[in-house]
């Protein structure tokens, strides 16, 4: 099988064809021995080649958004504007660049509040498909999955999107600037990155919560990656592992050409 937007193709292998390839196993197959022994620690991915429409996920659990869920609340920002007909601020543009570029917590809180809380945030999650996504007052805490995250991605650099062609392109444009000490993660699979990170040590374990999503090109194919972690013992381990994952994500999405 080859997964190709949200519908499943079966490919029928012929004499001279390759066989079939189930992208959700190869994928599982691939990931799971980058998590052996690492006891506790949750990982789901999920990624998308956006020339052939191949599209894997490992993992179904919702997880932590740390800071990834900024993407959501520029987007949801992005949204506001356009239904009343104007372009963002001098003030909406610097608390978004802080956001995204700076990962800046202080600009996150104030836009949740100033764009109506968790209910608008989900309101504007809603319109952009994500089903699986439910916003908190403390940020962080919003819960996703890594197939509401491609979504979201999806969002921003496709083409059928809530998000106007202005919108979409503001936003990538601030996740290709994040700055130098938060360039890990996705972009480990590839070049021509835009992404955005999310990492949060979790009072109550002392363990971390690990995330990337964003956009790479590898091999000449542009992907569509997001990788969700919890349970992390350290940043630094969980980096090296959500970096693993991206890059099997990336080389498995590669087989369904």
């Known amino acids: 099988m080859v997964r190709t937007g949200r519908r499943t193709a079966r490919v029928t292998a012929t004499e001279g064809e390759e066989p079939e390839v189930d992208l959700d196993a190869a994928l599982t197959a691939a990931v799971e021995p980058l998590t052996a022994g690492a006891d506790g620690v949750r990982v789901s991915v999920a990624v998308l080649d956006t020339g052939s429409g191949a599209r894997a996920v490992h993992g179904d659990g919702s997880f932590d958004t740390a800071s990834v869920v900024k993407v959501d609340l520029v987007a949801a920002l992005l949204l506001i504007a356009q239904d009343e007909g104007r372009a963002l601020t001098a003030v909406e543009r610097e608390?978004?660049?802080?956001?995204?570029e700076r990962s800046d917590n202080a600009s996150t809180t104030v836009l949740l509040r100033e764009i109506g809380g968790p209910a608008a945030l989900d309101a504007a999650n809603a319109r952009l498909g994500l089903t699986g996504t439910t916003a908190a007052h403390a940020w962080g805490l919003t819960r996703t999955t890594a197939a509401d995250r491609l979504t979201l991605l999806r969002a921003v650099f496709g083409t059928d999107s809530e998000l106007s062609t202005e919108s979409r392109a503001y936003l990538r444009g601030l996740m290709e600037r994040v700055g130098a000490g938060q360039r890990w993660g996705v972009s480990a699979a590839g070049d021509r990155w835009a992404l955005k990170n999310g990492w949060m040590p979790r009072t109550t374990t002392g363990l971390?919560?690990?995330?990337s999503i964003g956009r790479v090109r590898a091999d000449g194919r542009t992907c569509l990656v997001a990788v969700l972690s919890d349970g992390q013992p350290t940043k630094e381990s969980?980096?090296?592992?959500v970096e693993a994952v991206a890059r099997a994500a990336v080389e498995v999405s590669g087989?369904?050409?």
């Not at 608390?95 to 995204?100: D, F, P, V």
């Not at 971390?208 to 995330?211: E, G, Q, S």
């Not at 969980?238 to 592992?241: A, N, S």
């Open 255 to 257: 087989r369904a050409r």
């Open 208 to 211: 971390w919560d690990i995330n």
């Open 95 to 100: 608390r978004a660049a802080a956001m995204i």
């Open 238 to 241: 969980g980096i090296t592992l």
